[in-house]
């Protein structure tokens, strides 16, 4: 059995899990099981919109498997694209402080809004945690000795607008 479905809403009286607003009856919802507290499951209900933002591997696994067709196929796709794209690493995104150090270099990455790289460092050596590792865009490259063509891999994996896009190209 698969862990998300698609389907029409059979009564008014289910809650999106993230959104809390509830499901119009006969609208289209998501829902994703879970087997946290009932051994059985218990599916957990979102609006498409909000499930293809929070969920978006779950999202395209139950379009995969729903029959008919779905109202705004495309712009639910590319939310659930979007939103998937924040957990790919490495990738470019804007510094939410001027915090953090340059795991190349040792100097901070500031100020808060300059584009760093995030990417996967070894897992902390006392907690075995994995943790994330930031970079300035001019030192990522030699820092992450990617194979093949590193600049477009962080390109393609970073959600930027045309502005950033352009900084980064330059900066890489
Ligand atoms: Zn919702
Ligand atoms: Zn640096």
């Known amino acids: ?85 924040k957990f790919l690493t490495p990738r470019i995104e804007a510094a939410p402080s001027g915090r953090a150090a340059c795991q190349e270099c040792s100097e901070k990455i500031a100020p808060k809004g300059t584009l760093r790289v995030v990417f996967d460092r070894d897992p902390d050596p006392d907690t075995g945690m994995a943790r994330p590792g930031y970079l300035h865009l001019k030192c990522a490259l030699t820092h992450l000795a990617l194979e093949g063509d590193g600049k477009a891999l962080l390109l393609a994996n970073s959600d930027l607008d045309d502005q950033q896009r352009a900084t980064a190209d330059a900066e890489l």
């Not at 809650?15 to 509830?22: A, P, Q």
């Not at 919802?29 to 591997?57: N, T, Y």
Request: contains cysteine; hydrophobic residues 35%.
């Open 1 to 85: 059995m698969s862990d998300s479905k698609i389907e029409a809403a059979k009564t008014g009286r289910s809650k999106c899990r993230s959104c809390r607003e509830s499901i119009e009856k006969d609208s289209l919802r998501m829902g994703v099981i879970s087997f946290q507290f009932d051994s059985d499951g218990s599916w957990s209900w979102f609006h498409l919109k909000c499930g293809a933002a929070l969920h978006p591997e779950s999202f395209e696994a139950a379009v995969g498997e729903y029959p008919g067709d779905i109202p705004d196929i495309d712009a639910l796709r590319a939310d659930a694209k979007k939103a998937a794209r």
